[in-house]
T-cell receptor, first 111, second 115 residues
């Protein structure tokens, strides 16, 4: 099956700093989603981005499907950005259009 | 609030108990999913129900039994679980047709502890 790797695994930021999270995937995908998991376990949809660039406030994401990677940018980080960020891809060859998740990047933003 | 609700939010059960997790979606979707998140393991799909099709991860033990009575409701029936089944169980839903994939939306999860 498809493999998804995220880097870095852990990230500590000072409030106000910018950062880039990376997601690499091993095969062609027909979709990619970025999520933020809050401390209570809720997965919050950030981006639905099979290709191209999208922006939502201080967050933006770019997916280069031909090169099999996606980047999530956090600008002017705030303490509320803390949590785990997951990348997940949909494998067009897999039954049920399941999402395969990466291992996540754990982000801690210090005041 | 994502439009997907799960009950209960927390559950503690013994290994001989039988319990059920419930998921309901209010988004008009036609596909529903169960995922499992264990400590130190990536989120993993357990079951999918969509377009009258059921897909399951072959590694899921038979002590987990899904039920999808209609497109808005999904259950996960639990029986004779093991302590290693303790995890966060997440439900998701999406629109789906035979040619395309759509964004999945997740519920808040049920945190299960098996004693």
């Amino acid at each position: 099956g498809i493999q998804v790797e995220q880097s870095p695994p852990d990230l500590i930021l000072q409030e106000g700093a910018n950062s880039t999270l990376r997601c690499n995937f091993s095969d062609s995908v027909n979709n990619l989603q970025w999520f933020h998991q809050n401390p209570w376990g809720q997965l919050i949809n950030l981006f639905y981005i099979p290709s191209g660039t999208k922006q939502n406030g201080r967050l933006s994401a770019t997916t280069v499907a031909t090169e099999r990677y996606s980047l999530l940018y956090i600008s002017s980080s705030q303490t509320t950005d803390s949590g785990v960020y997951f990348c997940a891809v949909a494998d067009p060859q897999a039954a049920g259009n399941k999402l395969t998740f990466g291992g996540g990047t754990r982000v801690l933003v210090k005041p | 609030e994502t439009g997907v609700t799960q009950t209960p939010r927390h559950l503690v059960m013994g290994m001989t108990n039988k319990k059920s997790l419930k998921c309901e979606q209010h988004l008009g979707h036609n596909a529903m999913y169960w995922y499992k998140q264990s400590a130190k393991k990536p989120l993993e799909l357990m079951f999918v129900y969509s377009l009258e099709e059921r897909v399951e991860n072959n590694s899921v033990p038979s002590r987990f039994s899904p039920e999808c009575p209609n497109s808005s409701h999904l259950f996960l029936h639990l029986h004779t679980l093991q302590p290693e089944d303790s995890a966060l169980y997440l439900c998701a839903s999406s629109l789906r047709d035979t040619r395309s994939y759509n964004e999945q939306f997740f519920g808040p999860g049920t945190r299960l502890t098996v004693l």
